[in-house]
């Protein structure tokens, strides 16, 4: 398959170098990253060990875009410029791994060729060209109203034949739902407390991760997805589980003191909630303190 990972950082470089194993892969990424990809090649290290040789590129032209799958790995804010760029290519299915509920930014452009999607690798950027897998998770795609899907069982397919875990899932609206009570525990609560996923596994994080994933589930059902607070805090805790040593992208953000993924995350979920009267307190706080006291609120 060709492929396109559009905004390779961890994540992407991640899922476009084990990608690479199998298929012909084309990451668009940023310097100095793309630059050592393309000439010495992507190093996963790790709990996954890969080296591969993908292309790598800042500045994508038209042909470098048009492929049989585009992923969109990109942060949640830069998914409306990405969704323009993409669609100046000519992908036969775009399919988006960022954080947040974001499709509808690329559906804007990009129409029906999206495809929703969900991962929970644990990924970071060690220095150019090298990503350390932090945590084997799994990564689902289907429609993103849901329904069973002949395409999407085809990049779920081409993600395992290199090696990947990943299934086509029928209830993608549950899935990025979930996947955001997820991102709303552990990214909000590792990012604040400057901890590895594996310190919500006990103590009081753990509650308050909890509390985060059953609003975002209370929220989900009056939007109409029907998942239970149960089933949002058993997904945290299998992902505090898998990606134990991770630390989560919001906390690399900080710690890097670049812009989070507070307003896709907890942001969202409280917006989303006010639309539904549903009283969200648990991340309004977070989102409080993380625009306070996260990257955005880092001034020089
Ligand atoms: O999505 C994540 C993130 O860090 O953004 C995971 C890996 C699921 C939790 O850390």
Redesign the pocket.
């Known amino acids: 398959m060709d492929i396109v990972v559009f905004g390779a950082g961890a994540?992407g470089s991640l899922v476009g170098g084990l990608l690479a194993r199998e298929h012909h892969v084309t990451l668009v990424a940023r310097d100095p990253h793309a630059q050592r990809v393309a000439g010495q090649g992507l190093r996963v290290t790790g709990e996954l060990d890969a080296h591969v040789r993908p292309r790598a590129t800042t500045d994508p032209t038209p042909d470098d875009l048009t492929c049989d799958l585009a992923l969109v790995t990109v942060k949640a804010y830069d998914t409306a410029e990405a969704a323009r760029t993409l669609a100046t290519g000519d992908s036969d299915v775009v399919c988006s791994l960022s954080?947040g509920l974001t499709e509808g930014a690329l559906v804007a452009e990009l129409g029906d060729r999206v495809l929703a999607g969900s991962?929970?690798?644990?990924?970071e950027l060690v220095g150019p060209g090298e990503v350390r897998c932090t945590?084997v998770?799994r990564i689902h795609v289907g429609e993103l109203a849901g329904g069973e899907s002949e395409r999407a069982e085809r990049v779920a397919a081409a993600f395992r034949e290199a090696g990947l875990d990943c299934e086509a899932d029928p209830a993608m609206p549950r899935r990025r739902w979930e996947?955001l009570a997820?991102?709303a525990g552990?990214?909000a609560v590792?990012a604040l407390a400057r901890v590895e996923?594996g310190a919500l596994a006990e103590g009081p994080g753990r509650d308050v991760a909890h509390r985060a994933a059953r609003e975002t589930a209370r929220v989900a059902r009056a939007d109409g997805v029907d998942l239970t607070d149960d089933a949002a805090v058993a997904a945290v805790d299998t992902?505090v589980d898998e990606?134990a040593a991770?630390r989560?992208?919001?906390l690399q953000d900080v710690l890097s003191g670049g812009r989070t993924e507070v307003d896709a995350i907890s942001g969202a979920v409280v917006d989303r909630g006010a639309d539904h009267g549903v009283a969200t307190p648990t991340n309004r706080t977070l989102a409080a303190l993380l625009r306070a006291w996260g990257a955005d609120g880092i001034t020089e």
Request: net charge positive; proline share 0%.
């Open positions: 994540l954080n991962a929970t690798y644990g990924a945590g998770g996947k997820v991102n552990i990214n590792t996923n992902v990606t991770n989560s992208s919001m």
